[in-house]
């Protein structure tokens, strides 16, 4: 007798493959019905950070932008990547401090507008050292 | 075949992490102090301009820092590691190959480009990297990393901070204009022997004869002085080599004479070395503890170690802690005042499938109880569990007075800003 080589399948070697981690044991009683369906849970940071290097987290204290929705105690998602434009909320340097307001448009020039009514606009001028730190993409406010 | 190689450096780099986030440091002089406010370890260019020198004893310039206004702070390596790895990650996406060299370096390896292709690649490298993360950054291109690493400090001249160095009349020109001793990997001793024949500047270095450079130099001479040449020989070092040890340590505010005080300095060395074993994945198979008095200071001079294995490798803080505290009764010397102590875990390896059968169940619930120290931790910040070993008012804590926030990592001292 004699033995013939039918077909030679390559081995390949690649990367491995992770698979999910089955919940239910096989053994006892039935399997889950989910198994089948098991996915990533959700991870918030992927919803709401576009550019993770780029993220900080800062704490509000003031109540001079609460008609954007922004309270004292608040925490802001600030995204430094995002190139800053008029009608974007925005953190900025102003006299050395960090300060949220709206990036605004106003006779022509560029302007830090308040969202309570009261305050008026701080027209961004060379004297005043202003820097836009970041732009505001989220907002964490808490009700419980 | 091979590109060009980018040396990307933090200007002040710690000084730069603090200014980040409290603007008002910006445009006046500021210094960071080592550990424990020993000395100067990064300066502003303000601080610079003042005479400061790098290394100076904060007990000995203290008054000159008052009397300037200059801003001090204690390091915040929470912080500072936080920044780095930010940076890192917007290096990344200009390559995949970036070699990390230190908390404050980078190399990059880059497609070959004309010299001035190269030049604006560096440029935007250094405004993403300014805009993303806050960080300035200078930028040096080379056809090898020693030429790489002599742009950069050459940028420190250039106003935008960013040099290319690709052009060989650029390079022989540059190098015309080195010190021998500027060139990166020639020490003292070697620029001192090289001077002494004659040898000052880089692109004479660049034209000896490679037997007189194995010679006198060794290889490692040689390796530079290709590398001038434009033949690359170090490679990048893209992997980190896999971690063989772990240390914690940190020198005490004051002289510690009391065992007990001494238990609550290795207890906490041994849980937070335990804490970053789990974050690794890791688990050690033995533990040494280690003491010293220094060698200033009054009274006798003493350095101790003890080398403590455990019956299988772990990484529950309990066990580690319970390791140190042996070691420690047995390197303990009550007539000695001692400045500083700390653990160095051994024999990593990764944890889960090192227990045998007999240990698992032990082994679960060793995990389940980590799991929920490390995330009440990470929630609350610190060590909110600890153990009590640890201590609590831990009078013979390191003197950091001047800490900023730990704007990035902690919930707690996240940066305030005015609505």
Redesign the interface.
């Known amino acids: 007798m004699s033995t013939r080589v039918v077909e030679v399948v390559p081995v390949r070697i690649g990367e491995p493959l992770r698979l999910p981690l089955l919940l239910s044991r096989v053994p006892a009683g039935f399997p889950s019905p989910a198994d089948d369906y098991i996915e990533e849970a959700l991870d918030l940071n992927e919803l709401l950070i576009r550019h993770p290097a780029a993220t900080f987290f800062m704490r509000v204290e003031g109540d001079s932008m609460v008609g954007a929705g922004i309270h004292s105690g608040d925490l802001l998602i600030v995204d430094r990547a995002i190139e800053p434009r008029p009608g974007y909320v925005v953190v900025a340097a102003v006299c050395g401090e960090l300060t949220v307001k709206r990036l605004k448009l106003h006779e022509g020039r560029l302007c830090l507008m308040p969202e309570d009514g009261s305050h008026e606009p701080l027209p961004i001028r060379e004297e005043l050292e202003v820097v836009i730190w970041g732009v505001v993409t989220c907002v964490i406010h808490p009700l419980v | 075949m091979p590109g060009a190689i980018a040396l990307v450096d933090c200007a002040s780099f710690y000084v730069s992490c603090e200014r980040v986030?409290?603007?008002?440091l910006?445009g006046v002089p500021v210094v960071v102090l080592s550990n424990n406010d020993g000395c100067v370890i990064a300066r502003s260019e303000e601080a610079k301009a003042l005479g400061i020198a790098m290394g100076a004893p904060y007990f000995q310039i203290r008054e000159k820092l008052e009397r300037e206004g200059v801003r001090v702070f204690s390091s915040n390596y929470a912080l500072y590691g936080d920044m780095s790895?930010?940076?890192m990650?917007?290096l990344r996406s200009f390559s995949p190959h970036v070699e990390v060299y230190s908390i404050d370096e980078a190399f990059l390896e880059l497609p070959r480009a004309s010299e001035e292709e190269l030049r604006s690649e560096a440029l935007r490298i250094r405004e993403r990297v300014g805009?993303?993360?806050?960080i300035p950054v200078r930028v040096g291109v080379g056809p090898t990393k020693t030429l790489a690493k002599l742009a950069s400090e050459r940028a420190k001249a250039v106003p935008e901070q960013v040099l290319a160095l690709m052009r060989p009349e650029h390079i022989e020109a540059v190098l015309e204009e080195t010190p021998v001793e500027e060139v990166w990997g020639i020490g003292r001793r070697h620029a001192a022997r090289l001077e002494a024949l004659g040898v000052r500047t880089a692109r004479q270095l660049r034209d000896l004869p490679d037997r007189w450079v194995r010679r006198h130099l060794s290889v490692t001479g040689l390796r530079t002085v290709w590398e001038l040449r434009g033949i690359s020989c170090l490679p990048l070092e893209l992997a980190a080599p896999p971690r063989r040890t772990l240390v914690r340590s940190r020198s005490f505010g004051r002289a510690v004479t009391d065992l007990m005080e001494l238990r609550e300095a290795v207890t906490m060395h041994a849980s937070r070395a335990a804490e970053k074993l789990r974050a690794l994945g890791l688990a050690a198979g033995a533990l040494v503890v280690f003491v010293s008095t220094g060698a200033y200071g009054q009274g006798p001079h003493y350095s101790g170690s003890q080398l403590v294995g455990l019956p299988l490798p772990s990484n529950d803080m309990r066990m580690l802690a319970r390791a140190a505290w042996d070691g420690l009764r047995r390197v303990y010397r009550a007539d000695c005042a001692y400045r500083k102590a700390g653990v160095l875990l051994l024999d990593l390896v990764p944890a889960g499938g090192v227990q045998g059968d007999l240990f698992a169940a032990l082994d679960e619930r060793s995990r389940s109880l980590m799991r929920a120290v490390d995330a009440l931790n990470r929630r609350w910040g610190g060590e909110t569990i600890r153990l009590a070993s640890a201590g609590f008012a831990r009078p013979w804590e390191m003197r950091q007075q001047r800490r900023s926030p730990r704007?990035?990592t902690s919930?707690a001292e996240?940066?305030?800003?005015?609505?």
């Open positions: 986030f409290a603007p008002s910006r790895r930010r940076v990650a917007v805009r993303w993360t806050g704007y990035t919930w996240l940066p305030v800003v005015r609505a």
